[in-house]
């Protein structure tokens, strides 16, 4: 279970919040909004993994191009296009949202 304190309770006793986050992250606030969050390094270093690498499509091959033109949904999938029935159409460089004009 998450816990959630404020910054001053976790500077008065930081060492029982370190333990705590090594179960769940705590998150911290700071005059009423979360602010940060403690976790333990394990789950760090897990998140961190997951980060995804960005690269433009105009970088891509005709053989790259090719094979995302040829490639299929994966059965069961097809509630993920309701993911995009709310979402903005690109605008420029393939941007969404408010900063497509920019």
Known sequence: MTTTVTAAAVSKNFGAYQDAAVR??????????????LLAYEDF??????DRRV????ELSADEIAA???????????HLNDELAG???AGK?????KH???
């Open 68 to 78: 995302v033109e040829a490639s299929e949904m994966e059965p069961g999938l097809d």
């Open 24 to 37: 769940d992250p705590v998150i911290i606030t700071k005059n009423g909004r979360p602010r940060t969050v």
């Open 55 to 58: 690269e433009l499509t105009a």
């Open 45 to 50: 270093v897990r998140l961190s993994k997951r």
């Open 87 to 89: 979402s903005k159409p």
């Open 93 to 97: 460089n393939g941007v969404t949202g």
């Open 100 to 102: 497509a004009a920019d």
